[in-house]
Nanobody, 120 residues
Framework: QVHLVESGGVWVRPGGSLRLSCEASGSIGSINNMRWHRQAPGKERELVDSITISGITKTVDSVRSRVTISRDNAKHTVYLKMNSLKPDDTAVYYC??????????????WGQGTQVAVSS
């Protein structure tokens, strides 16, 4: 069994910054792509950023100037640094991972989400 646990979601004022973390634990052979998604109230879940095992990133245009994704492969952890936060960034942020489990093959896992609220 594998678990993805996000943390770092907080209330922050517009213009503030935060860093989200997502740690994978369990029976993990390797983790390929890791992604951050978000779902705002009343909206569909959307992809925010992704990073390959070699560190290649792909960020959606709407947040590209304000968001940085990174990962620590030794810790099975992916991070999302967000700057200049806006009320529109208010959402539940989820991480996901394509990973290989020893003896089982490849699977796609989701975390349970962490709430980010941006308001004055």
């Amino acid at each position: 069994q594998v678990h993805l646990v996000e943390s770092g979601g907080v209330w922050v004022r517009p213009g503030g910054s935060l860093r989200l973390s997502c740690e994978a634990s369990g029976s993990i052979g390797s983790i390929n792509n890791m992604r951050w998604h978000r779902q705002a109230p009343g909206k569909e879940r959307e992809l925010v950023d992704s990073i390959t095992i070699s560190g290649i990133t792909k960020t959606v245009d709407s947040v590209r100037s304000r968001v940085t994704i990174s990962r620590d492969n030794a810790k099975h952890t992916v991070y999302l640094k967000m700057n200049s936060l806006k009320p529109d960034d208010t959402a539940v942020y989820y991480c996901s991972a394509d990973l290989n489990q020893p003896g089982l093959g490849g699977y796609y896992y989701w975390g349970q989400g962490t709430q980010v609220a941006v308001s004055s």
